[in-house]
Nanobody, 121 residues
């Protein structure tokens, strides 16, 4: 299994920046994609950005395109989310997800515990 731990959340004023980290441990060699999701109070969890582990194929939600940058350091087994020009609507708990291969075929998702990001106006 893969274990994930997020860090870097906090409180910031609108227009500010934060950088989130997601450190993976365990069967990290089996990871082929990692992603960030977020969940605001009273709303469903939504996709923010994803990156493939080997080829760095990247996708962003329209709401963060141009403001957020996802990256990864395979040597450190860590994924990052640089968040710039933050808006109050970015306030949410941010979760990282790893999709990994099972040893007997198929794949599974592991989730971190989440880190709170609060943007004040």
């Amino acid at each position: 299994q893969v274990q994930l731990v997020e860090s870097g959340g906090g409180m910031v004023q609108a227009g500010g920046s934060l950088k989130l980290s997601c450190a993976a441990s365990g069967r990290t060699f089996s990871i082929y994609l990692m992603a960030w999701y977020r969940q605001a109070p009273g709303k469903e969890r939504e996709f923010v950005a994803s990156i493939t582990w080997s080829s760095e194929t990247i996708q962003y939600a329209d709401s963060v395109q141009g403001r957020f940058t996802i990256s990864r350091d395979t040597a450190k087994n860590t994924m990052y989310l640089q968040m710039n020009i933050l808006k109050p609507e970015d306030t949410a708990i941010y979760y990282c997800k790893a999709r990994a291969l099972r040893g007997v075929g198929g794949s599974y998702d592991s989730w971190g515990q989440g880190t709170q990001v609060t943007v004040s106006s």
